[in-house]
């Protein structure tokens, strides 16, 4: 049986592997697999390719279809992929359905795998699959029951996370855990054929690297940053396009069941895509106390939608920030000028938003992938060694100030917030239009010591300084001759020249 990842799946080779060592294993007795993530993240497009090479049963549910439609037409799926005539079988719950599914895999040329996609609608009408499975689950241990793999697959985080948790019946019987993230920005630079950098930083700034927009985007990329608004506006502010993002944001909202009072979550999401970044700052917002908001943002992170991120060097509340570039762009752009935008101007929208845009969405997008950078690639294309990576921040009781330290990696195995905890690297990103000069390195020079009194061990830490609109030629003759320097652009950051 040939299980290599085929050519159409781009990326994806541990997400493969993984699947592939489920599916292979040798035990006779049912295994189970769990694939969660985000919608326009790819499940069900890998999942289908790993269906088609290995020969499975693929079946998948269908929001707001009935109980008894979607009985019937599983069950002439599993009769189409037995060879049987259609009303062949007659299977009338859901026992039946898969365990009939499970035996049909298992005796068909292919391996015995049967995927379930999009489990959360048929537990809308059906919330007693769980208990079934994990019936058919302990009999196949057992020896009483099918053997052969499952996989079950869903967008709706809160309903796939909680599958295995607690007293649920599924708890401790699933092998594998899968949540399908995006693509990485190098990734999916390639998805979408750019070959400008500046490009394809905006491009990701505004849809990220959910593979599922790439299909539904009109025509080719933006081949250079001067053909971006156009294509900003007949891509995503076209409310005829599918791509439109008031409309993809409502759809991507109404996946979690948890979510029915949309304008609060609205709210919350545009109080933090304009900067507030905690309970208290975001509640001042909304005129609302901080008590009656901290359930719904612990919603919004764990739908994938917001980011917690701690602070490396101090215990103090977490900063949090929206993960997905499309839902920032509509609460920033989108939803503030939808009436001009739905009457034929988003041209006009988009060049009267370019502060917004420039400040609340470029900027902090390129903080952003300077840090993953610094976590995923930095590391093996400089030949540094670098631990945990995130952001801080330092105070200054001298200048009686805070220093805002946009990427910052610990030594490895230090602990987070350890009081003296071991200082790998200090970068400042920056998404300004002037070039990194001598006094930004000034500056990194300065937070170093500041650490260094703080009792840090920071004396040998990288002094890395990321910009969007590149380095003064001072400054590049200055990282040419020390070794603690170390100078990023953005054709360092997509990996097409060697950092300076």
Same mark, same amino acid.
């Given at each position: ?34 694939? *969660? ?22 079946? =998948? ?30 299977? =009338? ?46 009999? *196949?241990?057992?020896? #009483? ?15 796939? !996370? ?28 390639? #998805? ?80 933090? !895509? ?79 938003? #370019? ?28 030949? !540094? ?14 200048? %009686? ?30 998404? =300004?239009?002037?070039? %990194? ?38 400054? #590049? ?24």
């Amino acid at each position: 049986m040939d299980l290599a990842k085929p050519g159409t799946v781009l990326d994806r080779v541990h997400e493969w592997e993984l699947l592939r060592g489920f599916l292979i294993d040798p035990a006779p007795q049912l295994r189970l697999a769990i694939v *969660s993530g985000r919608r326009r993240h790819g499940k069900s497009f890998l999942l289908q390719a790993l269906t088609r090479a290995c020969g499975g049963l693929y079946l =998948t549910a269908v929001q707001e279809e009935g109980r008894i439609p979607a009985l019937r037409r599983f069950t002439e799926a599993i009769a189409a992929h037995a060879g049987l005539p259609a009303g062949a079988l007659q299977l =009338t719950d859901w026992r039946e359905v898969l365990t009939t599914a499970l035996e049909v895999a298992g005796r068909t040329g292919g391996a015995p795998l049967v995927v379930v996609d999009e489990l959360p609608y048929l537990m809308q009408h059906s919330p007693e699959v769980p208990g079934f499975l994990q019936l058919i689950y302990d009999q *196949s241990q057992a020896g #009483q029951g099918p053997g052969g793999r499952m996989i079950l697959c869903g967008s709706a985080m809160s309903v796939m !996370s909680d599958l295995l948790t607690g007293t649920k019946p599924l708890r401790g019987r699933a092998v594998v855990d899968l949540r399908l993230g995006a693509f990485d920005f190098r990734t999916a630079r390639r #998805q979408w054929e750019i070959e400008d950098p500046a490009t394809a930083f905006r491009v990701d700034a505004v849809v990220g690297g959910a593979p599922g927009y790439r299909p539904l985007a009109p025509g080719p990329a933006p081949a250079g940053v001067a053909e971006f608004g156009d294509w900003v506006c007949r891509t995503l502010l076209d409310p005829g396009r599918a791509l439109y993002t008031r409309v993809e944001a409502e759809f991507l909202l109404r996946e979690d069941p948890r979510i029915t009072h949309r304008t609060l979550y609205y709210d919350l999401l545009t109080a933090v !895509s304009e900067g507030a970044s905690t309970p208290s700052k975001i509640g001042a917002v909304l005129e609302r106390p901080r008590a009656s908001v901290v359930a719904p943002l612990e919603v919004l992170e764990s739908t994938g939608y917001l980011r917690k991120s701690q602070d490396l060097l101090k215990a103090r509340n977490p900063v949090i920030t929206v993960i997905d570039p499309i839902i920032r762009l509509n609460q920033l752009v989108t939803l503030p000028f939808a009436d001009e935008i739905e009457r034929g101007r988003a041209g006009r929208v988009w060049a009267a938003s #370019q502060p917004t845009v420039n400040s609340k969405i470029l900027g902090p997008h390129f903080e952003e992938l300077a840090r993953e950078w610094t976590r995923s690639f930095g590391q093996d294309e400089t030949g !540094s060694r670098w631990g945990l990576t995130g952001a801080a921040e330092v105070a200054d009781p001298r200048a %009686r100030t805070r220093h805002e330290v946009d990427v910052l990696a610990l030594t490895p195995g230090q602990r987070p917030q350890a009081p003296r905890a071991g200082i790998a690297l200090i970068g400042e990103a920056k998404a =300004t239009v002037r070039p %990194r000069g001598a006094a930004d390195l000034e500056r990194l020079e300065h937070i170093r010591g500041l650490l260094a009194e703080q009792g840090h061990d920071s004396g040998q830490a990288t002094l890395a300084l990321f910009s969007l609109h590149g380095f003064h030629p001072d400054l #590049q003759r200055t990282a040419a001759g020390r070794r603690d320097v170390l100078l990023v652009g953005l054709n360092t950051l997509y990996g097409d020249a060697p950092a300076g």
